[in-house]
T-cell receptor, first 112, second 113 residues
Framework: GQSLEQPSEVTAVEGAIVQINCTYQ??????LSWYQQHDGGAPTFLSY????GLEETGRFSSFLSRSDSYGYLLLQELQMKDSASYFC?????????????FGGGTRVLVKP | DGGITQSPKYLFRKEGQNVTLSCEQN?????MYWYRQDPGQGLRLIYY???????QKGDIAEGYSVSREKKESFPLTVTSAQKNPTAFYLC????????????FGPGTRLTVT
């Protein structure tokens, strides 16, 4: 089966940097996605890593190490609007339809 | 504006009743998905469809049914067989072969009493 582990909650102040780790155990692996979800809202896609290394998109970066079955999302220059839940999701190449399996989410609380 | 719509936003039903949740997309995506989210939890896949007239069970399909008669539409029926149907239901779609980037609708919050 598939399992993804993320910390349940992280608190930081405005302007700080937060790293959200994600470790996974899956029967197959194609890539790791990250999504953001504000309370009561729809998840929105942030990034995708299929290869090892760091992908940077503005204040957010995502990293993948396939050999360690590990990735992280880095949130820099935190803003109040970054308070949300963040989910990692694995795309499994051995599952029919390349479906995504989501982690339990990390709730990020940004304080003034 | 392209996107995914789900209706209604809030839905209340009595136990023992079937209920159908609507999901429509105008993104011209081939693949569509239904997820269930419980408070403080991640998303769990109920059903997904890669193409019209075809769909597969996800991880928690028991007590649910779907149809995919049109590319734009992927309704989910929560049947009376679903033991604990109260949850937040999210519909998503993606372009063919790009399942890692899914677009989500606003969700339907179903309460069954």
């Amino acid at each position: 089966g598939q399992s993804l582990e993320q910390p349940s909650e992280v608190t930081a102040v405005e302007g700080a940097i937060v790293q959200i780790n994600c470790t996974y155990q899956t029967s197959g692996f194609y890539g790791l996605s990250w999504y953001q979800q504000h309370d009561g809202g729809a998840p929105t896609f942030l990034s995708y890593n299929a290869l090892d290394g760091l992908e940077e998109t503005g204040r957010f970066s995502s990293f993948l190490s396939r050999s360690d079955s590990y990735g992280y999302l880095l949130l820099q220059e935190l803003q109040m609007k970054d308070s949300a839940s963040y989910f990692c999701a694995v795309r499994d190449d051995k599952a029919a339809g390349n479906k995504l399996t989501f982690g339990g989410g990390t709730r990020v609380l940004v304080k003034p | 504006d392209g996107g995914i719509t789900q209706s209604p936003k809030y839905l209340f039903r009595k136990e023992g009743q079937n209920v159908t949740l609507s999901c429509e997309q105008n993104l011209n995506h081939d693949a569509m998905y239904w997820y269930r989210q419980d408070p403080g939890q991640g998303l769990r896949l109920i059903y997904y469809s890669q193409i019209v007239n075809d769909f597969q069970k996800g991880d928690i399909a028991e007590g649910y049914s779907v149809s995919r008669e049109k590319k734009e539409s992927f309704p989910l029926t929560v049947t009376s067989a679903q033991k604990n149907p109260t949850a937040f239901y999210l519909c998503a779609s993606s372009a063919s072969g790009i399942s890692y980037e899914q677009y989500f609708g606003p969700g339907t919050r179903l309460t069954v009493t």
